[in-house]
C-alpha cells in the first residue's frame, strides 16, 4: 500500500513538473536527401550560461516522438551513448516527408529528477544545388554512429574521401549505425566498435579507384577471404577503418529500364499444334475395380487361413499312432515312472502313513533299533558291532 502512495505521488509529481515546465521552441530546416543531425545537448536543457561549462556528474535522459504520436517519424533516428553523453537526432527526409513536422523532446535530470520539455519545428525542404546521382556507401568499422553524427568527425570524413574521388563536391546522404543493419553488437574489448554505414553523394563520377574497389575481380578476392584491389592510396587511413569488401556504388544518372505492364488478354489459350487436349472425358464403371480391389485380399486371407487350421488341427498323429511307434521297454519305463508318481501323490494325500525310517534322528539300518531322542549323537559309534 505504501508502494503504490508513493508510486502515485512520484507520479503526480511528474505529471506536474511536466505543466510547470516552460515550452522552448526551435525552428530547423532539413533538406530531402540530406542527412539531419541535431544534437541535444545538456547545457540547452539545463539552461546554463554561455561561459559555464555543464558540469560531468550530471546524468540528463531524453525521450522525443512525434507530436500527436508515440513514436518518431519513420525517416528519423534518436540515440544516446549514456545518460552523461548528448543525445542525438538523425535521418535522411524522403520526398514523401516533405511536410512540416513537430518533434517534442522530453529531457529528465536523473540527479534533480527535473523534466525540461522542447518543441523541434520541422520544415523539411528540397535541397539547392545540382543532384547527386552518383552514391556510394562505406562500412566505418573504427567509429559508432554518434561518433560519427556530429560536423567535426563527418566533416574529416568527407576531406579524406575527397582524395579517392573526382574532383567535386562530396555531401553526406545518410549514416546509419550498423546494429540497425544487422550488425552484431562486439565484445567488451578496447578498440572494438560497432561500425557505422556513411552514404555520401556527389555529382562528379566515380573514380578509376572506386569502380576498381567494386569490380567483379575484387569480390571475388573478397569471397576467398583476401583483400579487393585498390589501385590508389587510402587516404582514410589511418582515422577511419573503412571494410572495402562491403562498398556498394549507385549509380542513378543512368534511367532504370521500366518494367513492361503485362497486357491483360481474353482468357482464350491460343492454338498449340502439340498442346491437345481432351474435349470430353469417357465414362467410366469403377464397379469392378472396387470389387477386385475388396475381394482379392480377403480371398487370399480366407486362402491362408484355411490353410492355416488344416496344418494346426487336422494334421495330428493321434496317441493310437504314437503309442504304436514307440517301443515296449520305453512304454514299460513311462508306466513306471507314471504309477510311481502316482503312488507318491495318494500317500501325501492320506496322512495316516507311518512316518519313513530314514527321516527319523538316529535309526540303525541293520538292526532296526531306534535311539531316543536325546542321546548324545557324539557318544554313539558310527558302526554298533564295535563297541
Known amino acids: 500500500m505504501a508502494a503504490a502512495l508513493v508510486g502515485t505521488a512520484l507520479l503526480v509529481g511528474l505529471l506536474a513538473g511536466l505543466a510547470g515546465t516552460e515550452l522552448q521552441q526551435t525552428t530547423l530546416h532539413p533538406l530531402v536527401g540530406r542527412v539531419f543531425v541535431h544534437t541535444l545537448d545538456h547545457a540547452t536543457f539545463l539552461r546554463l550560461p554561455e561561459n559555464v561549462a555543464v558540469p560531468p556528474s550530471v546524468r540528463i535522459t531524453y525521450h522525443a516522438h512525434l507530436q500527436g ?22 535521418g535522411t527526409a524522403t520526398p514523401e516527408d516533405h511536410s512540416r513536422q513537430v518533434i517534442e523532446v522530453v529531457a529528465y535530470n536523473r540527479d534533480s529528477f527535473e523534466t525540461t520539455r522542447q518543441r523541434l ?11 547527386l546521382p552518383h552514391q556510394a556507401e562505406f562500412l566505418v568499422q573504427s567509429h559508432d554512429v554518434e561518433e560519427m553524427l556530429p560536423s567535426m568527425p563527418a566533416g574529416r570524413f568527407l576531406t579524406a574521401l575527397g582524395g579517392l574521388w573526382e574532383p567535386g563536391e562530396l555531401q553526406l546522404i545518410n549514416i546509419t549505425s550498423a546494429l540497425d543493419r544487422g550488425g552484431r553488437v562486439p565484445l567488451p574489448i578496447e578498440g572494438r566498435k560497432e561500425g557505422v554505414y556513411v552514404k555520401v553523394g556527389s555529382a562528379s563520377p566515380f573514380s578509376t579507384c572506386l569502380k576498381m574497389v567494386a569490380s567483379p575481380d575484387s569480390q571475388a578476392r573478397c569471397a576467398q577471404g583476401q583483400p579487393p584491389l585498390l589501385s590508389c592510396y587510402d587516404t582514410l587511413a589511418p582515422n577511419f577503418r573503412v571494410a572495402w569488401c562491403n562498398v556498394s556504388l549507385v549509380d542513378k544518372s543512368v534511367p532504370e529500364p521500366v518494367d513492361e505492364m503485362p497486357t491483360p488478354g481474353d482468357g482464350i489459350l491460343e492454338h498449340d499444334p502439340f498442346f491437345c487436349p481432351p474435349t470430353e472425358a469417357t465414362a467410366r464403371d469403377f464397379l469392378t475395380d472396387a470389387l477386385v480391389t475388396l475381394l482379392v485380399p480377403l480371398l487370399v486371407a480366407l486362402l491362408l487361413t484355411l490353410l492355416l487350421a488344416y496344418v494346426m488341427c487336422c494334421r495330428r498323429e493321434g496317441r493310437l499312432k504314437r503309442d504304436l511307434v514307440t517301443s515296449d521297454i520305453q512304454m514299460v519305463h513311462h508306466g513306471t515312472i507314471r504309477g510311481n508318481t502316482e503312488e507318491l501323490r495318494q500317500m501325501a494325500a492320506s496322512r495316516e502313513v507311518p512316518r519313513p525310517l530314514s527321516t527319523l534322528p538316529m535309526f540303525n539300518v541293520r538292526t532296526g533299533e531306534r535311539l531316543p531322542p536325546r542321546v548324545d549323537s557324539a557318544q554313539v559309534p558310527l558302526i554298533l558291532d564295535q563297541h
Open 69 to 90: 504520436h508515440p513514436d518518431l517519424p519513420r525517416w528519423l533516428r534518436y540515440t544516446q551513448r549514456s545518460p552523461h553523453h548528448p543525445g542525438f537526432l538523425y
Open 121 to 131: 519545428v520541422l520544415l523539411i525542404g528540397d535541397p539547392e544545388g545540382p543532384l
